[in-house]
T-cell receptor, first 114, second 113 residues
Framework: NAGVTQTPKFQVLKTGQSMTLQCAQD?????MYWYRQDPGMGLRLIYY???????DKGEVPNGYNVSRLNKREFSLRLESAAPSQTSVYFC?????????????FGSGTQLSVL | EDQVTQSPEALRLQEGESSSLNCSYT??????LFWYRQDPGKGPEFLFT???AGEEKEKERLKATLTKKESFLHITAPKPEDSATYLC??????????????FGKGTHLIIQP
């Protein structure tokens, strides 16, 4: 079972470059999320999509955009990368955003911005 | 400000040496408290959800408990394969906006053979 698949696994960018992180889930989940994980900090929510056709900002949305392409796919775009966006990015999905819904995470994308 | 604090930051135990990890939280309107396990280079993996004070959940050598202010993850007779970072997260009512999970920084657990 694939679960949540993220690509790429590693990426190095120069300041100002753009890129899109791809995420797909095969569990027929309604909700999808993008988190970033930095050393010494907890996972922080960037954007989420409660259901197909909707997206909303999370805790740290500045510098990012998202697209819920269909029920399976949720992409994260960095339009003009900055060193502060060096992080590990995780995509996650859940059946819904209702109370107590557990998340399924991908294996992450390690991004370095030079 | 809502906070989730995990302690200790790191813990090294001998195989078979039982211990507990702590997660304290200061949120209003708790909707659920989650424990996740994260192995190096991987995404977090769900372990437990606790809904209300007094609740307990068990899975193999792990038992999670919840009070009104904190949660404990008890590890009984751990094995080296229990080595991982354990994350605590709290889901709380935000009154609108992104009422997602607030994660703690995690406890890095090492079990030595």
């Amino acid at each position: 079972n694939a679960g949540v698949t993220q690509t790429p696994k590693f990426q190095v960018l120069k300041t100002g470059q753009s890129m899109t992180l791809q995420c797909a889930q095969d569990m027929n989940h309604n909700s999808m999320y993008w988190y970033r994980q930095d050393p010494g900090m907890g996972l922080r929510l960037i954007y989420y999509s409660a259901s197909e056709g909707t997206t909303d900002k999370g805790e740290v949305p500045n510098g990012y955009n998202v697209s819920r392409l269909n029920k399976r796919e949720f992409s994260l775009r960095l339009e003009s990368a900055a060193p502060s966006q060096t992080s590990v990015y995780f995509c996650a999905s859940s059946e819904s955003r209702r109370r107590n819904e557990k998340l399924f995470f991908g294996s992450g994308t390690q991004l370095s911005v030079l | 400000e809502d906070q989730v604090t995990q302690s200790p930051e790191a813990l090294r135990l001998q195989e078979g040496e039982s211990s507990s990890l702590n997660c304290s939280y200061t949120v209003s309107g708790l909707r659920g408290l989650f424990w996740y396990r994260q192995d190096p280079g991987k995404g977090p993996e769900f372990l437990f959800t606790l809904y209300s004070a007094g609740e307990e959940k068990e899975k193999e050598r792990l038992k999670a408990t919840l009070t009104k202010k904190e949660s404990f993850l008890h590890i009984t007779a751990p094995k080296p394969e229990d080595s991982a970072t354990y994350l605590c997260a709290v889901q709380h009512y935000s009154g609108g906006g992104a009422d997602g999970l607030t994660f703690g920084k995690g406890t890095h657990l090492i079990i030595q053979p």
